[in-house]
């Protein structure tokens, strides 16, 4: 049974920076792409960054791109995502995924989903 377990979150100021971790259990971790979204209350959810399951390939939003890091570890099945510069905006509950095929945007893609983890960014 696949289990993804995001840690990490909490509230930090605008500038400010946060490590999100996911860990992965129940199958093969580097047989699968991995991916980051984030959901804010009253929006739809949206993708953040994705990750190959070498982790040489890492595609990211625009919107986080040059403030965001998504790596893994795959001795540790483990992904991570180093926000920097962080902004009121990327408030959201961040959740992390695995893909059995290629790292995309498309969520529908994965087909596995962690509980998520809140972040808040104060301004």
């Known amino acids: 049974q696949v289990q993804l377990v995001e840690s990490g979150g909490g509230l930090v100021q605008a500038g400010g920076s946060l490590r999100l971790s996911c860990a992965a259990s129940g199958r093969t971790f580097s047989s699968y792409a991995m991916g980051w979204f984030r959901q804010a209350p009253g929006k739809e959810r949206e993708f953040v960054a994705a990750?190959?399951?070498?982790?040489?390939?890492?595609y990211y939003a625009d919107s986080v791109k040059g403030r965001f890091t998504i790596s893994r570890d795959n001795a540790k099945n483990t992904v991570y995502l180093q926000m920097n510069s962080l902004k009121p905006e990327d408030t959201a509950v961040y959740y992390c995924?695995?893909?059995?095929?290629?790292?995309?945007?498309?969520?529908?893609?994965?087909?596995?989903w962690g509980q998520g983890t809140q972040v808040t960014v104060s301004s």
């Open positions: 990750i190959s399951r070498s982790g040489i390939g890492t």
């Open positions: 995924a695995e893909s059995p095929t290629i790292y995309t945007m498309r969520a529908h893609a994965y087909d596995a």
